[in-house]
T-cell receptor, first 116, second 114 residues
Framework: AQTVTQSQPEMSVQEAETVTLSCTYD???????LFWYKQPPSRQMILVIR??????QNATENRFSVNFQKAAKSFSLKISDSQLGDAAMYFC?????????????FGTGTRLTIIP | GAGVSQSPSNKVTEKGKDVELRCDPI?????LYWYRQSLGQGLEFLIY????????KSGLPSDRFSAERTGGSVSTLTIQRTQQEDSAVYLC????????????FGNGTRLTVT
């Protein structure tokens, strides 16, 4: 079974600065997908960024980028120019490419605080 | 609708009562998932539907929990004889069939068992 580990329960960053959230995972599969989701106080999970394991290039979405290290099974999220609206819980998630095992496996989350 | 809709938004029930939680997925999404999120915790997988069938029920914590999906659309999660430990936010998500498709989540139902 796959596991996802987020070792930082809480992080804080000054507004406009850069912060990196860590995520590691354990799998024996070679093809899979990795995601970062954001959960603000409204409870809704919002997709931030997605990475396909077969792609070597790191995914980017505006101020959000990832550092995907497949051999190390690491998938960190970098938020540049942090904004107050970035404050939320961030969850890293793994999804197998195997039919019948499509569920997302989540880490325990990192609570990000933005300091004005 | 434009997104995944869950009802009710909040539910308070007495221990021992049955509850039903509803999820309306995004139109055209064949896959539907139920997750549970206890206070301050991550998301715990409960069950996954592909169409009306549930190929993965491995996360249902006990036989008090059941779920069904009809017409490849609406899903209902039923908890019988609720216990205090069932108190949590229950999140529903849907996606297209392709594995690379992301899950789209609803706002969840906060269940409180008193």
């Amino acid at each position: 079974a796959q596991t996802v580990t987020q070792s930082q329960p809480e992080m804080s960053v000054q507004e406009a600065e850069t912060v990196t959230l860590s995520c590691t995972y354990d799998t024996s599969e070679s093809d899979y997908y990795l995601f970062w989701y954001k959960q603000p106080p409204s409870r809704q999970m919002i997709l931030v960024i997605r990475q396909e394991a077969y792609k070597q290039q790191n995914a980017t979405e505006n101020r959000f980028s990832v550092n995907f290290q497949k051999a190390a099974k690491s998938f960190s999220l970098k938020i540049s120019d942090s904004q107050l609206g970035d404050a939320a819980m961030y969850f890293c998630a793994y999804r197998s490419d195997n039919f019948g095992n499509e569920k997302l496996t989540f880490g325990t989350g990192t609570r990000l605080t933005i300091i004005p | 609708g434009a997104g995944v809709s869950q009802s009710p938004s909040n539910k308070v029930t007495e221990k021992g009562k049955d509850v039903e939680l509803r999820c309306d997925p995004i139109s055209g999404h064949t896959a539907l998932y139920w997750y549970r999120q206890s206070l301050g915790q991550g998301l715990e997988f409960l069950i996954y539907f592909q169409g009306n069938s549930a190929p993965d029920k491995s996360g249902l914590p006990s036989d008090r929990f059941s779920a069904e999906r009809t017409g490849g659309s609406v899903s209902t999660l039923t908890i019988q004889r609720t216990q205090q430990e069932d108190s949590a936010v229950y999140l529903c998500a849907s996606s297209r069939t392709e594995v690379r498709s992301p899950l789209h989540f609803g706002n969840g139902t906060r269940l409180t068992v008193t």
